[in-house]
């Protein structure tokens, strides 16, 4: 009944929750002589900081309507090409000038570990200037009648394959996190079934190849546990009156708080500096507002995946072992010859230890030398991995480079590997 409670909870506080952001307007109507005072906005602070914390954040909007090809300023149109019933394929449509030539397709695969695809906001926005960019937006399960079915790994690695067929010949795909698992499962089964529409090169980036090198705390976590512990204490049925009534799920909320749970102290000091600039009125806020706009947006997970993939990702290590199943049959790492591969660490990732996304290289035997290459960034975490200053200077020029050289309708000049840091070998 915990979710139940949950949500009982929320729908009681809506009330309060509703009364403090009509005072919290009153407080800091510039109108009121009192918003000018330092109790007025302490008060108004006050109103503010209970409302976001009593608040359930709905699902954000990618909000890139426009980007810069060249020296022209472009419209971007998001629509929706691809669907099933727990993700659509997004494409973000460029309008691009008559004259400029094909730029890459590239797919990026978004993790669904808890938050939204618009987590990857800054990763498309990167890329677009570039390439036509698609993006997998994954589905609230909550969100899912119980009538479409269940939803596990092997539905994930279909759902892929799939994508990847829709978009057709020379598709570069890009796995942040999580997928990347189940992306190079993927590319694994279309070539050893010789599949004329496997992906032209395969960047995984921060992923949990092989969990065993460098265990971070979430890897501790599931091998301390055992899978009935996660079965019986986070698996949890949506409540009613949600579309996905009865469907079990890992609550959105339950993820949340085990975020939050890693880096409480940094959080709290988060949002006692956001107070102290809401009452000093300094214009710093709206950082703290966007940034944990997106971070508190989170979204249940189907049970089935969640188990699965804790499973055979976090506790039998099974792709590294040569043990993972799809629908049946043995995953085989080393039937990938034609996908190019490159891995992209971060040097202080806490979620993915150095070294588990590299461990890809080293399971996919059969790839070429000159179609392979890694890159450690230095002095980034996880979540700079895929966004920030230092992914759109030197890890977003890296990746598109890489796809550009492997494009199978393009010459390939050779490919020095990046060993650490930009410095090549």
Same mark, same amino acid.
């Given at each position: 009944?915990?979710?139940?409670?949950?949500?009982?909870?929320?729908?009681?506080?809506?009330?309060?929750?509703?009364?403090?952001?009509?005072?919290? +307007?009153?407080?800091?109507?510039?109108?009121?002589?009192?918003?000018?005072?330092?109790?007025?906005?302490?008060?108004?602070?006050?109103?503010?900081?209970?409302?976001?914390?009593?608040?359930?954040?709905?699902?954000?909007?990618?909000?890139?309507?426009?980007?810069?090809?060249?020296?022209?300023?472009?419209?971007?149109?998001?629509?929706?090409?691809?669907?099933?019933?727990?993700?659509?394929?997004?494409?973000?449509?460029?309008?691009?000038?008559?004259?400029?030539?094909?730029?890459?397709?590239?797919?990026?695969?978004?993790?669904?570990?808890?938050?939204?695809?618009?987590?990857?906001?800054?990763?498309?926005?990167?890329?677009?200037?570039?390439?036509?960019?698609?993006?997998?937006?994954?589905?609230?399960?909550?969100?899912?009648?119980?009538?479409?079915?269940?939803?596990?790994?092997?539905?994930?690695?279909?759902?892929?394959?799939?994508?990847?067929? +829709?978009?057709?010949?020379?598709?570069?795909?890009?796995?942040?996190?999580?997928? %990347?698992?189940?992306?190079?499962?993927?590319?694994?089964?279309?070539?050893?079934?010789?599949?004329?529409?496997?992906?032209?090169?395969?960047?995984?980036?921060?992923?949990?190849?092989?969990?065993?090198?460098?265990?971070?705390?979430?890897?501790?976590?599931?091998?301390?546990?055992?899978?009935?512990? +996660?079965?019986?204490?986070?698996?949890?049925?949506?409540?009613?009156?949600?579309?996905?009534?009865?469907?079990?799920?890992?609550?959105?909320?339950?993820?949340?708080?085990?975020?939050? %749970?890693?880096?409480?102290?940094?959080?709290?000091?988060?949002?006692?500096?956001?107070?102290?600039?809401?009452?000093?009125?300094?214009?710093?806020?709206?950082?703290?507002?966007?940034?944990?706009?997106?971070?508190?947006?989170?979204?249940?997970?189907?049970?089935?995946?969640?188990?699965?993939?804790?499973?055979?990702?976090?506790?039998?290590?099974?792709?590294?072992?040569?043990?993972?199943?799809?629908?049946?049959?043995?995953?085989?790492?080393?039937?990938?010859?034609?996908?190019?591969?490159?891995?992209?660490?971060?040097?202080?990732?806490?979620?993915?230890?150095?070294?588990?996304?590299?461990?890809?290289?080293?399971?996919?035997?059969?790839?070429?030398?000159?179609?392979?290459?890694?890159?450690?960034?230095?002095?980034?975490?996880?979540?700079?991995?895929?966004?920030?200053?230092?992914?759109?200077?030197?890890?977003?020029?890296?990746?598109?480079?890489?796809?550009?050289?492997?494009?199978?309708?393009?010459?390939?000049?050779?490919?020095?590997?990046?060993?650490?840091?930009?410095?090549?070998?």
């Amino acid at each position: 009944m915990f979710y139940q409670l949950y949500e009982l909870n929320h729908a009681a506080m809506a009330p309060f929750r509703a009364a403090a952001d009509i005072m919290r +307007f009153a407080y800091a109507n510039p109108l009121n002589p009192f918003s000018h005072t330092p109790l007025g906005r302490t008060m108004a602070a006050s109103l503010e900081m209970f409302e976001r914390t009593t608040r359930r954040y709905g699902k954000p909007e990618f909000g890139l309507n426009q980007t810069t090809i060249g020296d022209r300023m472009v419209s971007v149109r998001e629509e929706i090409v691809w669907s099933r019933p727990f993700c659509n394929l997004l494409h973000f449509a460029r309008n691009v000038p008559a004259a400029r030539g094909n730029d890459p397709r590239i797919l990026i695969v978004a993790p669904m570990s808890g938050h939204y695809a618009t987590l990857l906001r800054g990763t498309v926005e990167a890329l677009l200037p570039s390439a036509d960019v698609y993006i997998t937006d994954w589905i609230d399960a909550r969100m899912v009648p119980m009538t479409e079915g269940t939803f596990d790994f092997d539905d994930y690695v279909d759902y892929v394959i799939e994508m990847l067929h +829709f978009l057709g010949h020379d598709t570069h795909v890009i796995a942040v996190c999580q997928p %990347s698992v189940p992306v190079l499962a993927a590319a694994a089964v279309m070539e050893e079934a010789n599949d004329p529409l496997s992906p032209a090169s395969m960047t995984l980036m921060g992923g949990p190849i092989d969990t065993r090198i460098n265990p971070t705390a979430v890897n501790k976590l599931a091998q301390e546990r055992s899978l009935q512990w +996660f079965s019986d204490n986070v698996i949890m049925n949506v409540p009613w009156p949600q579309p996905g009534f009865m469907r079990p799920v890992y609550p959105g909320f339950l993820q949340l708080s085990g975020f939050m %749970s890693m880096n409480l102290d940094r959080h709290l000091v988060a949002h006692k500096e956001f107070f102290m600039h809401l009452v000093k009125n300094d214009g710093e806020p709206e950082k703290h507002r966007d940034f944990y706009d997106e971070y508190l947006a989170v979204m249940d997970l189907t049970a089935e995946f969640y188990l699965q993939t804790v499973e055979e990702v976090f506790i039998k290590h099974s792709l590294p072992k040569g043990e993972l199943m799809h629908r049946g049959k043995r995953v085989d790492p080393a039937a990938i010859r034609k996908v190019a591969l490159l891995t992209v660490e971060g040097e202080n990732d806490d979620i993915s230890g150095v070294g588990q996304t590299k461990a890809a290289q080293t399971i996919c035997v059969n790839i070429p030398e000159d179609m392979r290459m890694h890159y450690l960034q230095p002095d980034v975490g996880h979540y700079g991995v895929f966004n920030g200053s230092r992914f759109r200077r030197e890890i977003a020029p890296r990746i598109l480079d890489f796809v550009r050289q492997h494009s199978r309708s393009a010459v390939k000049p050779p490919v020095p590997r990046v060993i650490k840091g930009g410095r090549t070998a």
